[in-house]
């Protein structure tokens, strides 16, 4: 999941940090976000990896984030990302040999 983050993120994300923290750490508990952090220079967005087999996983967080519900999140979006390469691989392709 993508995030777009408002102008001045940086000067109001600590009023709702640890709530935002305390829901992105349950959600890897459960096996769902797999990492999650802000972009910077500049800082003006976020990602967030989501493990899952439906996009209601990541719309659900989304919703539930102090960060969107206060407006630090201007805007955000899910995109499916097929990984092809890596122990974690999606869907591994291995050249033939």
């Known amino acids: 999941m993508i995030y777009d983050c408002a102008p001045d993120y940086l000067t109001r994300r600590a009023e709702f940090r640890a709530e935002h923290l305390k829901l992105a750490w349950e959600a890897h508990a459960r096996g769902e976000l797999v990492l999650a952090g802000a972009m910077d220079d500049p800082l003006d967005g976020a990602l967030l990896l989501f ?5 209601a996983i990541p719309e659900a967080f989304a919703k ?3 960060y969107v519900r206060n407006g630090l999140i201007t805007k955000w979006r ?3 990302w097929h990984t092809v390469v ?3 691989a999606t869907q591994p392709i291995r050249p033939a040999t």
């Not at 493990?51 to 996009?55: I, K, R, T, V």
């Open 51 to 55: 493990q899952c087999d439906s996009p």
């Open 64 to 66: 539930a984030d102090p």
């Open 78 to 80: 899910i995109r499916t």
């Open 86 to 88: 890596g122990t974690d």
